[in-house]
């Protein structure tokens, strides 16, 4: 998660954290900040619901919402330590080669958004 990972778009703890702690806890029931149980997946217009809910949860934002308004303080710590390691890295490349960051680092985060 934190040596390959960034380049295929995934956020340092994020996968640890928020999938194992998140959608193995609540089996994509309400309490799931990515759930599609709400989302009619025979209408195409779902996609378009789910897209920014998959996006936040991508990014670490709605998990980290989560774990801070139920007070999980090693939970957010650890997410927040990610987010803020893969993110920091993004806007040193950015600065440091733009184009390598586009290619190798922000494209892959914003495919990896699309599930």
């Known amino acids: 998660e934190w040596w390959i990972g960034p380049f295929y778009?995934?956020?340092?703890w994020n996968y640890y954290v928020a999938h194992n702690k998140i959608r193995h806890r609540w089996h994509n029931d309400v309490d799931d900040v990515h759930t599609n149980l709400d989302l009619d997946r025979t209408n195409p217009l779902s996609f378009f619901l789910y897209v920014?809910?998959?996006t936040l949860y991508w990014t670490g934002v709605s998990p980290l919402a989560l774990f801070l308004n139920r007070r999980e303080w090693a939970l957010a710590k650890d997410l927040?330590?990610?987010m803020v390691a893969y993110y920091s890295v993004m806007a040193l490349l950015v600065w440091y080669s733009p184009?390598?960051?586009m290619v190798y680092w922000i494209f892959p985060h914003i495919e990896?958004?699309?599930p």
Not at 9 to 12: I, K
């Open 99 to 101: 184009g390598f960051a």
């Open 80 to 82: 927040l330590y990610g």
């Open 9 to 12: 778009g995934v956020v340092p």
């Open 52 to 54: 920014p809910r998959f």
């Open 112 to 114: 990896a958004c699309v």
